[in-house]
Nanobody, 124 residues
Framework: QVQLVESGGGLVQAGGSLRLSCTAS????????MGWFRQAPGKEREFVATINRSGGGTYYADSVKGRFTISRDNAKNTVSLQMNSLKPEDTAVYYCAASTRYYSGSYYSDYDYWGQGTQVTVSS
C-alpha cells in the first residue's frame, strides 16, 4: 500500500506560479509511474501529466503543455508539478497518483494509488 501526500496548493493570481509536491510513506516512489490529475467542481477528474519511473519520459495534457512541468527526484522520494502561467480554468483539486503498470497512462484507471488532493485556486 502506498500513501501519497500532496502539498503546495493555494491561491494565486492569473499568470502566477505554484509548485506542487507529492511524497510517499512506506514505499519508494521510484517503483511507480507517477501522474497528476485534477478535478474542478462539477467536472470529472482529468489527466494533467505523467512521468515514467526514471524521469526520462513525460507526457502532458494539451491544456497544460508548455506551462506545466512534471519532474521527480527518486533520491528524495518526491514528484513535483511546476505550474506556470496559471489561468482561472486551472482551478481544481490536484491529485497525485501512482501506477504499477509498465506504461505511463493518462486514464484514471491506469493508476492504483491516489493522494487526498490539494486545492489550487487561480483568481482572475
Amino acid at each position: 500500500q502506498v500513501q501519497l501526500v500532496e502539498s503546495g496548493g493555494g491561491l494565486v493570481q492569473a499568470g502566477g506560479s505554484l509548485r506542487l509536491s507529492c511524497t510517499a510513506s512506506r514505499r519508494t516512489l521510484s517503483s511507480y509511474v507517477m501522474g497528476w490529475f485534477r478535478q474542478a467542481p462539477g467536472k470529472e477528474r482529468e489527466f494533467v501529466a505523467t512521468i515514467n519511473r526514471s524521469g526520462g519520459g513525460t507526457y502532458y495534457a494539451d491544456s497544460v503543455k508548455g506551462r506545466f512541468t512534471i519532474s521527480r527526484d527518486n533520491a528524495k522520494n518526491t514528484v513535483s508539478l511546476q505550474m506556470n502561467s496559471l489561468k482561472p480554468e486551472d482551478t481544481a483539486v490536484y491529485y497525485c497518483a501512482a501506477s504499477t503498470r509498465y506504461y505511463s497512462g493518462s486514464y484514471y484507471s491506469d493508476y492504483d494509488y491516489w493522494g487526498q488532493g490539494t486545492q489550487v485556486t487561480v483568481s482572475s
